[in-house]
Structure formats: C-alpha cells, structure tokens
C-alpha cells in the first residue's frame, strides 16, 4: 500500500495544530524537512518545530535532514521519536557508517539523492538503506515544478531493488500531486510526499485520498 506523507514544511505555522490533526487522521506519515542553510540555500526548521509535533504526532515522524554533518544530529533526532530518518548522499563522504548510526539508533535509515545525481550512485549502498528518497525537485524548496525525468530514475532503481532481491522502498518527494502519484507508483515509488499540494489544497482529506 502506498503511503502518504505530507510535508509540513508547507503547513500553516500559525495553525500547526489544525494541519498536524488533518496528518494524524488522513496520512501515514510525518514528513519533516530540516535544511540548514547550507547543503541547500534554505531554513526550515529544528528542533523545537520536530519536538512539538512529536507530542500530537499519532503517525510516525519521517525526518529528511537536508544538512551538511548528519551524523552529528541523527541521535537527537532520533530522540525526539523520529521512525525515518533519511540524510543526503551530497551530504557525506561515505554513507555506510551513517546509515548504520541512523539504525543503531532505531530508526528506518534512508539515502537522499537530488534530481542531478545519477540514481546509479545509490546501487553500492542499496543493502543498508531501508528506504531511498528520490527528490524530484531540487532539495530546498516546496512549491516546485515536479521534474519529469523522475519517473525513469525511480523505475532504474526499483529494477536494481528488485534484481538484488531487496525490500528497500522508494520515496519521491518534490512535486507531487495527485496528477502524477499514479505513475510513480507504477514506476516502483511507495512512499509519496507531498506539501503544497495537500496543505494549500481546500480538502486536503481529499487530496490524500486521490494519492492512494
Ligand atoms: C523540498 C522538500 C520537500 C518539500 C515538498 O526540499 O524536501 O519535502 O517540502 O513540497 P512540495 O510537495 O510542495 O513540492
Ligand atoms: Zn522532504
């Protein structure tokens, strides 16, 4: 089953409460974006913002950390009671030892990768990844144009899954909408995220709901 995973970063901060309500009844998961300022030329938000959503949250939290020194934060992150927690390939010299922490602190660990990384990247990693996040947009910013090459990208690397017998999943994040959840699930994606399009939407119920 495909599960959704609205992103906060395009709720209303003034009213929190309300979208992390409309999250807890409609989705499957919390999708937490923390840019830095650095790896990407945004900032988003921390701890406090993660923390109090962890008090409401009543479906796991996915934390995507778009910073540069993951490895410095996944503990804490971790504490605060994140169940995923992906970080970026961009972001580190060698995957492996972080993805291991991101496990050894008992969370799902997950390898981000921007649209202009060749998905063939991952291939040596795969084995250690729960899950791998496919941006189909570049990573700092909601409201972006979905990109269209994605759908090949994730249909290369759910082949590669598949030929190496693994059960790691695929989530795309940048873009998506009901206009195009379809494909990329018949492309091999599983976990879709999603923040303009159920946050600015009327019903985001409804939108949640044309996306499975
Ligand atoms: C972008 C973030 C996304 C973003 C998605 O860097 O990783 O999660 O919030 O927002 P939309 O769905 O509006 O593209
Ligand atoms: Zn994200």
Same mark, same amino acid.
């Given at each position: 089953? #495909?599960?959704?995973?609205?992103?906060?970063?395009?709720?209303?901060?003034?009213?929190?409460?309300?979208?992390?309500?409309?999250?807890?009844?409609?989705? !499957?998961?919390?999708?937490?974006?923390?840019? !830095?300022?650095?790896?990407?030329?945004?900032?988003?938000?921390?701890?406090?913002?993660?923390?109090?959503?962890?008090?409401?949250?009543?479906?796991?939290?996915?934390?995507?950390?778009?910073? #540069?020194?993951?490895?410095?934060?996944?503990?804490?992150?971790?504490?605060?009671?994140?169940?995923?927690?992906?970080?970026?390939?961009?972001?580190?010299? !060698?995957?492996?030892?972080?993805?291991?922490?991101?496990?050894?602190?008992?969370?799902?660990?997950?390898?981000?990768?921007?649209?202009?990384?060749?998905?063939?990247?991952?291939?040596?990693?795969?084995?250690?990844?729960?899950?791998?996040?496919?941006?189909?947009?570049?990573?700092?910013?909601?409201?972006?144009?979905?990109?269209? #090459?994605?759908?090949?990208?994730?249909?290369?690397?759910?082949?590669?899954?598949?030929?190496?017998?693994?059960?790691?999943?695929?989530?795309?994040?940048?873009?998506?909408?009901?206009?195009?959840?379809?494909?990329?699930?018949?492309?091999?994606?599983?976990?879709?995220?999603?923040?303009?399009?159920?946050?600015?939407?009327?019903?985001?119920?409804?939108?949640?709901?044309?996306?499975?």
């Amino acid at each position: 089953m #495909t599960q959704i995973a609205p992103s906060i970063l395009a709720a209303d901060f003034l009213n929190l409460g309300k979208d992390v309500e409309t999250v807890n009844k409609y989705a !499957d998961l919390f999708h937490l974006d923390v840019m !830095d300022g650095r790896l990407v030329p945004n900032i988003s938000f921390g701890f406090p913002v993660v923390e109090a959503i962890a008090k409401k949250a009543e479906v796991p939290m996915d934390v995507h950390l778009m910073i #540069t020194h993951p490895e410095c934060y996944i503990e804490r992150f971790a504490k605060t009671g994140a169940k995923m927690i992906s970080f970026h390939y961009e972001a580190v010299r !060698d995957p492996e030892p972080v993805l291991g922490l991101v496990k050894e602190n008992g969370c799902l660990a997950g390898l981000a990768i921007n649209p202009d990384v060749p998905v063939s990247k991952l291939f040596p990693f795969l084995y250690a990844c729960d899950f791998v996040l496919i941006m189909s947009v570049f990573a700092g910013f909601g409201g972006q144009k979905f990109i269209e #090459t994605t759908y090949e990208r994730v249909k290369e690397l759910k082949a590669e899954i598949d030929a190496r017998g693994l059960s790691t999943k695929i989530e795309v994040d940048g873009g998506v909408s009901p206009a195009n959840a379809k494909k990329l699930v018949e492309c091999g994606a599983e976990i879709l995220v999603a923040g303009s399009a159920v946050f600015k939407a009327e019903d985001p119920a409804e939108v949640i709901a044309a996306m499975r």
